[in-house]
């Protein structure tokens, strides 16, 4: 007997809500791709040297954790028909993570070939794809996505990302969500680093990005910000009430200020928590609060609105598997995650009928069982052991007149 012979059927029982599309790519196929496309690759050029250089193994800060993208994006930035694949990718690993429903998000500036200096893309024009327009990596990643849903059956939407510091982006962005939001599209973030940024440069320098999102609520387009993970806690709050922040990407810089917490916490706010990420962004290590416990602890004893979610792990090196199982090994139960996944799905930015569907089909995945007791019968059984039988109660109906007998 095969002890060791994997389940025929998982359910589909997860929702995550914070990953980044380009930050979820294959090792295989950034090595594959490079090698096809005559990039340099680490180390001895191997698929194994390949995997070291992208990997972060010890926490630093937001810049030494991004650096790896660098190594990898040329290969993908401009080829529609690698966006594609990525993306469908993507669909079958959520998938065989027992994902149920995901929200991945991305930047298309980031995608477009006049991102990057000429030199670092030498075969941006593969396939003759020489004027890629952000709607064509948009359509692209939408083309892989749908693929892979029809395959595996895991629904997948998309968040565009505006990046701090590329104002003249937003509004572009913006344009995108309005126009793709019955294509897949379902919101919008602010991605970036905040560390540097105090609230009076935020206030002057990011008053432009306010709008986008202040025009983004009045189209009744989605919002999360990344927030709260490099930046101190009063970043949390601007992202709230200056960019009408739904979610909150990461967020754990917020219980620095008590006040704020308890502000997120009556406006149910929702906190993407990706652990691993966490840690290895120094984003932990740099908290300032008495208690040095991960900030998932405290929102999972307060019952705040968090989900669970992997970031990058083309990154981390890991996948929404292992981040339950660490969260585990810090104490959380399986209560804990499941309702982690059902506040997932709650704030998830699907439609209503659809986030119905899909709370309906965790209930399903889970074996929530609706239990109605019988009802109660009209026979009881005596002390001695004989059943009587009891009449029901006839109805006490008392009026004084006729008239008053309606």
Same mark, same amino acid.
């Given at each position: 007997?095969?002890?060791?012979?994997?389940?025929?059927?998982?359910?589909?029982?997860?929702?995550?809500?914070?990953?980044?599309?380009?930050?979820?790519?294959?090792?295989?196929?950034?090595?594959?791709?490079?090698?096809?496309?005559?990039?340099?690759?680490?180390?001895?050029?191997?698929?194994?040297?390949?995997?070291?250089?992208?990997?972060?193994?010890?926490?630093?800060?937001?810049?030494?954790?991004?650096?790896?993208?660098?190594?990898?994006?040329?290969?993908?930035?401009?080829?529609?028909?690698?966006?594609?694949?990525?993306?469908?990718?993507f669909v079958e690993d959520q998938a065989r993570e027992s994902v149920a429903?995901?929200?991945?998000?991305?930047?298309?500036?980031?995608?477009?070939?006049?991102?990057?200096?000429?030199?670092?893309?030498?075969?941006?024009?593969?396939?003759?794809?020489?004027?890629?327009?952000?709607?064509?990596?948009?359509?692209?990643?939408?083309?892989?996505?749908?693929?892979?849903?029809?395959?595996?059956?895991?629904?997948?939407?998309?968040?565009?990302?505006?990046?701090?510091?590329?104002? @003249?982006?937003?509004?572009?962005?913006? #344009? *995108?969500?309005? &126009? %793709?939001?019955?294509?897949?599209?379902? =919101?919008?973030?602010? !991605?970036?680093?905040?560390?540097?940024?105090?609230?009076?440069?935020?206030?002057?320098?990011?008053?432009?990005?306010?709008?986008?999102?202040?025009?983004?609520?009045?189209?009744?387009?989605?919002?999360?910000?990344?927030?709260?993970?490099?930046?101190?806690?009063?970043?949390?709050?601007?992202?709230?009430?200056?960019?009408?922040?739904?979610?909150?990407?990461h967020g754990y810089h917020v219980l620095e200020d008590e006040e704020v917490?308890?502000?997120?916490?009556?406006?149910?706010?929702?906190?993407?928590?990706?652990?691993?990420?966490?840690?290895?962004?120094?984003?932990?290590?740099?908290?300032?609060?008495?208690?040095?416990?991960?900030?998932?602890?405290?929102?999972?004893?307060?019952?705040?609105?968090?989900?669970?979610?992997?970031? @990058?792990?083309?990154?981390?090196?890991? #996948? *929404?598997?292992? &981040? %339950?199982?660490?969260?585990?090994?810090? =104490?959380?139960?399986? !209560?804990?995650?499941?309702?982690?996944?059902?506040?997932?799905?709650?704030?998830?930015?699907?439609?209503?009928?659809?986030?119905?569907?899909?709370?309906?089909?965790?209930?399903?995945?889970?074996?929530?069982?609706?239990?109605?007791?019988?009802?109660?019968?009209?026979?009881?059984?005596?002390?001695?052991?004989?059943?009587?039988?009891?009449?029901?109660?006839?109805?006490?109906?008392?009026?004084?007149?006729?008239?008053?007998?309606?």
């Open positions: 007997m095969n002890f060791n012979e994997p389940l025929k059927h998982r359910p589909k029982s997860r929702v995550e809500l914070h990953v980044h599309l380009d930050g979820a790519i294959r090792h295989e196929t950034i090595w594959e791709v490079m090698r096809q496309k005559g990039l340099s690759l680490p180390g001895n050029g191997s698929l194994t040297d390949l995997k070291e250089a992208l990997q972060v193994h010890e926490p630093k800060d937001l810049a030494h954790f991004l650096h790896a993208f660098s190594i990898f994006m040329p290969a993908m930035i401009g080829d529609l028909e690698v966006l594609e694949r990525i993306s469908y990718e429903y995901c929200e991945a998000r991305f930047s298309p500036h980031l995608l477009l070939p006049s991102h990057q200096p000429a030199a670092s893309h030498p075969n941006s024009s593969i396939n003759g794809q020489k004027d890629v327009q952000l709607e064509d990596i948009l359509e692209a990643v939408l083309r892989g996505l749908t693929r892979g849903e029809q395959q595996f059956g895991t629904k997948v939407r998309v968040i565009l990302c505006c990046i701090r510091g590329h104002t @003249d982006w937003s509004w572009e962005v913006l #344009r *995108l969500c309005e &126009e %793709y939001r019955d294509r897949g599209v379902v =919101g919008i973030d602010m !991605a970036g680093d905040e560390g540097s940024n105090n609230e009076e440069k935020v206030l002057e320098k990011d008053s432009e990005d306010v709008a986008v999102f202040e025009a983004a609520k009045e189209k009744g387009i989605h919002r999360t910000i990344h927030s709260g993970e490099a930046g101190p806690a009063k970043c949390v709050k601007m992202a709230v009430e200056l960019f009408g922040a739904e979610r909150v990407g917490y308890k502000m997120c916490l009556q406006e149910n706010i929702h906190f993407e928590v990706c652990p691993h990420s966490s840690y290895l962004t120094g984003a932990i290590q740099s908290l300032s609060c008495s208690s040095k416990r991960h900030p998932v602890l405290r929102f999972a004893e307060d019952e705040a609105s968090f989900s669970i979610s992997s970031d @990058d792990p083309t990154v981390t090196g890991t #996948r *929404l598997s292992d &981040e %339950y199982k660490l969260l585990v090994s810090w =104490g959380l139960t399986e !209560a804990h995650l499941t309702r982690a996944n059902f506040q997932a799905a709650l704030h998830s930015f699907l439609p209503p009928a659809e986030k119905k569907q899909l709370i309906d089909q965790l209930q399903e995945a889970y074996g929530f069982i609706h239990y109605s007791p019988p009802a109660t019968s009209s026979s009881s059984t005596s002390p001695s052991g004989t059943r009587t039988s009891t009449p029901p109660p006839k109805p006490s109906v008392t009026f004084g007149t006729w008239a008053e007998r309606s």
